[in-house]
């Protein structure tokens, strides 16, 4: 038992005195002669006995009475130790698209925040975050709208973040009663589910659970065949559950231009494939109808005409190898010796090939050096009599050196399959292939990764995005290497790199950069417009393009417009992830937790419980009464 008012209680010493009184109280008695008390004595031995009892009788009744209301003065009350400390509470809201599975024909999210305002206090101040948003040390009657109109977000935050988060929101005294709640579904992630209490935090977890666990996703989108006037896009889609079939419907802007049926496989997989026009822009929308997850239900993609890239070869012979890789369909490729180049038009260029130069100028050098800053591509074919003193003065500014001339023919065995200009090109790591060969090579000394190399393990290309060096000549004479069916991708791609396109689609939170070939006068920058929505990225303008840099800023899939100031020059596609569209959940009780629960209401049923103060003071004022009540009955009986 506690009471409110303790300090009551030393009045409990002052029931000492009517004690003393009693004990103590002396009374005279007169003496009157009687003629004959034999008759009376017993009769006056009976009367003082009856008085005695009767005065013990109001001692003790009068002494419960005072002791009763005392008590009840100091509030006594049954409570738990936790009852009257200061509480704080803190709950995450999980908003991510994974809730908006449905239970019934309501979302687990609208379900929670419907339960949390129907039991929590309008006035009790709390702490609400979400994965993208915080209400601190609010009321629901603050935050209420915020609610009811909270977003699904495609941020999804791992346990130990919440918990790491949460600790943040909390206080640091000592003397209160933290709670965190969790509200989810708590769905699976790549991540190890960590969420370990602590002594300061209890933590309460409520796991919602959608009524039927169906949802079809379409997941990926990409150009299977490149037909030349045609494209062939082929789409795949997968479900949580077994499904015979789903409609699918593909759109250019607001124009329907196919629609199919999806068939799913035994491993609930299915692939569809569509023909577009190669030579046209897209605004593509790819939808399906499916009552799981709505963020899954529609894929954007967008096909743009390709920018030309604009690729320069620097020589003092015609190499026809190069004229038939870099045809006019895709670039710009022209042949320049040196007495014909024009060094102003170099920083539009794209790509610069240095094709077999016995001597590299001093100010042709100084004109590379400022191309690949400004974030071009250059590639070094040396000569076979090339001169090394004025290679090597170019060569250190990229971390290279030509050290020495090696006579002897070498095969050329080794592919590094993971350098990323080999990315995408091979569908399996071939290790027996016609090994090409080079008659003579330069040692080099260099920091670059190695691309392609000899069988002695000393490399034949070297380099990464902005700049190769290749330490053979690839003249006929010397080399092979050109009629190798390696020699088309190594060019290509150097020259696909060198001019970033645009994929049919990116994926929101990840890094991407895609680069707009225009050259931006000084000041102006580039937009993203969608609808009413517009935003500048960051980016990076070059002599011959902008790069576009896209982190997280974004947070809307769709098609959106690259512009400047009001003329569109492209369109780009941002698709969310579907990491959330497999509804696999976690198993909580392998989660260490204060509580676990299925209903909000439950848990807050729970706290209250704990919460609650029995006070007993009544009781204490009903006793009073009745021994007052007996105290009259004394009296009267004993009359």
Known sequence: MQFKNPEILWALLLLIIPILIHLFQLRRFKKTPFTNVKMLQKVIAESRKTKSIKKWLLLFTRLLLFTALIIAFAQPFFAKETALLEKETVIYLDN?????AKKGNTSLLEQATQELLKNISYQKKITVFTNDKTFLNTTLKDIQSDLLTLPFSKKQLALKEVKLKAET???????????????????????????????????????????KLVNIAVDSIYVSKDLGETLEITTNLSSSSAIENTPVSIYNAEKLIAKTSAIFNDKNKATITFTIAANETILGKILISDKGLDYDNHFYFSINKKDKIKVLSIGETTTTYLNKIFTDAEFEYTNNTLKAINYSSLQDKNLIIINELENIPEVLQQALIAF????????????????????????????????????????????????????NVFDKKVQNFQYPEVESYFRINTKKSSILSFVNKEPFLVGNKGFYLFTSSLSGSYSNFKNSPLIVPTFYKMGLESLQQENLYSSLNTSQTIDVAIKLPKDEVLKISKKDFEFIPQQRPFANKVSLYFNEELSED???????????????????????????????????????????????????????????????????????LIEIGIQKIFK
């Open 96 to 100: 991510s698209f994974s809730m908006q």
């Open 558 to 628: 769709g098609n959106y417009n690259v512009i400047n100031n009001t003329e569109k020059l492209k369109n780009i596609s941002f698709n969310y992830p579907r990491t959330e569209s497999k509804l696999q959940y976690q198993d909580i009780q392998t989660l260490h937790a204060t509580s676990k629960q299925e209903s909000i209401s439950e848990l807050f049923k729970e706290l209250e419980k704990d919460d609650r103060v029995n006070e007993l003071w009544k009781w204490f004022v009903i006793l009073a009464l009745v021994f007052a």
């Open 169 to 211: 929101l909390f206080s640091r005294q000592k003397n209160t009663v933290k709670n965190l709640i969790l509200i989810s579904d708590f769905q699976k992630t790549d991540t190890k589910p960590v969420l370990d209490t602590t002594k300061t935090i209890q933590t309460h977890i409520i796991q919602l659970r959608a009524s």
């Open 372 to 423: 690949t800053k400004n974030g071009g591509t250059v590639a070094v074919i040396p000569s076979i009599n090339s001169n090394s003193s004025s290679y090597n003065s170019l060569l250190r500014n990229y971390s290279s050196k030509i050290s020495q001339k090696v006579n002897y023919k070498q095969e050329i065995t080794t592919i590094n399959f993971d350098h990323p200009l080999y990315r």
